[in-house]
Structures are given as structure tokens and as C-alpha cells.
């Protein structure tokens, strides 16, 4: 089974019904920019192995992430709306290992992850915005050549 769109809720609401998301990405992205996750110095001091500022950020998202689905998964954990909340297994291919190289590349040259990206964007690192286009690109050339890719 794929799994693209496979939690997707088929509840129809009223267009501000989704503004809670805005607020939510505008507090996660002031969050960003308090923790200098979006620093591009604190990437490149990451890459360097230079500090462990990055490396604490993302073991304790990892860390959360592992106890919310545990946490779903023990209780069964509904949606807000009452719907069942699913996993599925997913199977391990080469393809990932070219992904997480290109993925990793892009983020030591840029200095940025999907992520901060738009969060760099409102404190006003402008340029990121090549960078914005060029993720979004890629995600259309995968979208598109992905049946004839290594998976």
C-alpha cells in the first residue's frame, strides 16, 4: 500500500477551520528562529562536527517522535475528528540511501532543510527563495520520473 494521502481526513470544513495551522507554523517558525535552527552558521558548525547544538535539537525531535507514536499506538489515539490514526511498515530500498545523500548534500550546501526554509524567508534571508524553488522543483522531478527511479 502507498502511502501518500492514507490518513487523509474525508471531513469537508469551513475555509478558517485551517487557520489554526497558520498560527501553529507562525509559533513553530518564531521557535525556529529563538533556537537558531535556522542559523546557517549552526548547520555548517553541525556538518563540521563542531558543536552539538543541531545534533541535541534533532535527537530530542526524533526522541518525542518515538514516544508519540508509541504513545498513539499503546492507547489507540484518535484524530481530533474521531478517526483512527495508521501505520504502515515501510520497506527499505537503495533508493533511500541516494535520497538521504542528495537530501544531506543540499542541506550542507544551502544551509537549510525543508523545515527552516520559510521560516529564513520571513526573517529576511531573501535568497533562500532559490533555495525554496529548487526543493520544490525537485519534488515535481520526482513526482514525475519516480516509476523509472532505483526503489
Known amino acids: 500500500m502507498d502511502s501518500i494521502c492514507i490518513n487523509e481526513s474525508r471531513i469537508q470544513h469551513r475555509w478558517y477551520y485551517n487557520l489554526k495551522y497558520l498560527v501553529v507554523g507562525l509559533l513553530f ?3 525556529f528562529v529563538k ?3 535556522i542559523s546557517w552558521f549552526r548547520i555548517q558548525e ?3 562536527l563542531q558543536s552539538f547544538h543541531m545534533y541535541g535539537i ?3 525531535a526524533v526522541l518525542v517522535g518515538m514516544v508519540s507514536v508509541w504513545l498513539i499506538k499503546q492507547f489507540d489515539i484518535r484524530t481530533i475528528s474521531g478517526e483512527k490514526i495508521t ?3 515501510k520497506k527499505f530500498n537503495k533508493g533511500q540511501i541516494y535520497g ?4 544531506g548534500l543540499g542541506w550542507a550546501l544551502t544551509g537549510a532543510c525543508p523545515g527552516p526554509l520559510f521560516a529564513q524567508i520571513g526573517i529576511g ?5 532559490i533555495t525554496l524553488a529548487s526543493a520544490v522543483a525537485g519534488t515535481w522531478v520526482y513526482g514525475r520520473y519516480r516509476d523509472q527511479l532505483p526503489h
Open 125 to 129: 534571508a531573501t535568497v533562500v527563495i
Open 100 to 103: 538521504g545523500l542528495l537530501f
Open 35 to 37: 533556537a537558531e535552527v
Open 46 to 48: 553541525m556538518f563540521r
Open 58 to 60: 534533532i535527537g530530542s
Open 87 to 89: 501505520f504502515t511498515d
Open 29 to 31: 517558525g518564531v521557535l
